[in-house]
């Protein structure tokens, strides 16, 4: 058995003029359709979340501790 297709086939949906219009006074027919949000949304209270700040923080402090170690390599190797 094989599932119906959610869109009705337009050689046998009666009422549909070439090009797939509907005659004025005519409902289109049934199909699947996506349709927009019914309310806003609300907005975000806060442009960062606690976990975000903690991960940046994490991060700088990581790129820190890199960098400061290349300048630590770097002039023990020169000097």
Known sequence: MTAQPPDPDPARTPGLEPGGGVR???????SAQTSGLTEPQPRVRHRFTA???????????FLLLFIVTGIVLVVDLIG
């Open 24 to 30: 004025p006074g005519e409902l289109p027919p049934d």
């Open 51 to 61: 976990t975000s700040v903690v991960t940046f923080v994490a991060i700088a402090v």
